[in-house]
């Protein structure tokens, strides 16, 4: 039972256009978000968060989106480059459980960017 | 600020054997947790450990235990191994305990179960 789902194993997308990363919750109690980005034989570095009490956060070139009512939250990259090209993961937690219960990650959307 | 290191990077063990994997958490770090990460899924969260204790657990069986030693470095240990335990096994540390802390990642320990 995939609690944190994301949708698109991959993508692709030209340099310079707007990517779009898409992610779905399924846990009421999840109260904070994160995406952490892959390369091959490198573990995960963050990139983004936001906690439940915000819709939107921005970081340069980077903006999460997060619609609690649709229990969805998506990652934006603009304008996308070729070192964007990683493996993007969606993370759940929930902060006011004392975060015992660690992070919960999606299976990853595969971004290839493409010149 | 030295980062998060694991070792081995890589190892092959035959079923039914036991596995220690090593990880020294980044500089002025004081929680550490591990999470399994199967081929084409998303790491998944075995334990946390806080203050050489363990701190929170994920749906992993016994055989999967743990230690953090008082320099915050921390030790997996798998007993009894399973073909299914083949995976990449990554060890994070944070400033915090609680969750909103970013976590820093090693590169992870690729096992192999034969």
């Known amino acids: 039972d995939q609690q944190v789902k994301q949708n698109s194993p991959s993508l692709s997308v030209q340099e310079g256009r707007i990517s779009i990363l898409n992610c779905d919750y399924t846990?009421?109690?999840?109260?904070?978000f994160l995406w952490y980005k892959k390369y091959p034989a490198e573990g995960p570095t963050f990139l983004i968060s936001i906690s439940s009490i915000k819709d939107k956060n921005e970081d340069g070139r980077f903006t999460v989106f997060l619609n609690k009512s649709a229990k969805h939250l998506s990652l934006h990259i603009v304008p996308s480059q070729p070192g964007d090209s990683a493996v993007y993961f969606c993370?759940?937690?929930?902060?006011?459980?004392?975060?015992?219960?660690?992070?919960?990650f999606g299976k990853g959307t595969h971004l290839i960017i493409q010149p | 600020e030295t980062g998060v290191t694991q070792s081995p990077t890589h190892l092959i063990k035959t079923r039914g054997q036991q596995v220690t994997l090593r990880c020294s958490s980044q500089s002025g770090h004081n929680t550490v947790s591990w999470y399994q990460q199967a081929l084409g899924q998303g790491p998944q969260f075995i334990f946390q450990y806080y203050r050489e204790e363990e701190n929170g657990r994920g749906n992993f069986p016994p055989r999967f235990s743990g230690l953090q030693f008082p320099n915050y470095s921390s030790e997996l240990n798998v007993n009894a191994l399973e073909l299914d335990d083949s995976a990449l096994y990554l060890c994070?540390?944070?400033?915090?305990?609680?969750?909103?802390?970013?976590?820093?990642f090693g590169e992870g320990s690729r096992l192999t179960v034969l």
């Open positions: 994070a540390s944070s400033r915090t305990l609680l969750s909103t802390g970013e976590l820093f």
């Open positions: 846990n009421s109690m999840f109260d904070y």
């Open positions: 993370a759940a937690a929930c902060p006011s459980g004392g975060g015992a219960d660690g992070l919960t």
